[in-house]
């Protein structure tokens, strides 16, 4: 791995943490798109490599960061620990499903969430520069 590599992981890592705490979106939107066109990785590649790598500083960092300012309460962990579980589960099942469709499916679903989501976040946004309350 050489330092273009190095620095590239890092600036992924560090952009993907950031967004992740700044405002909740999962990595897989950055870094996945990222480890594909800047590194060359597959679809496939690039998915397994963000699932891996978040695991342990999204669990731990941001968690407590909301945990201590009480936006996560003790009355949450039954439900977070509901999702977890099933989290795994269809994390497992996802990925096993993604090694059966063609890639280039694959890539389009990918591709229409994240347009969905971002069209939905611009028109839900928008309303920021006409209402100041939020």
Known sequence: MDISTILIIMAIGLFAGLASGFIGIGGGIIVVPAL???LGYSQLS????STA???PPIGIAAF????NNGNVTKSMIPY???MSVLFVIGAYLGSKFALKVPVKLIKLIFGLLMLYVAIT????GWGYFTDKSE
Do not use: D, P
């Open 121 to 124: 976040m611009v028109v839900s």
């Open 80 to 82: 977070i620990l509901i």
């Open 53 to 55: 790598f978040m695991l």
């Open 46 to 49: 690039a998915q397994g490599m």
């Open 36 to 38: 594909m066109y800047f």
């Open 64 to 67: 407590f960061v909301y945990y």
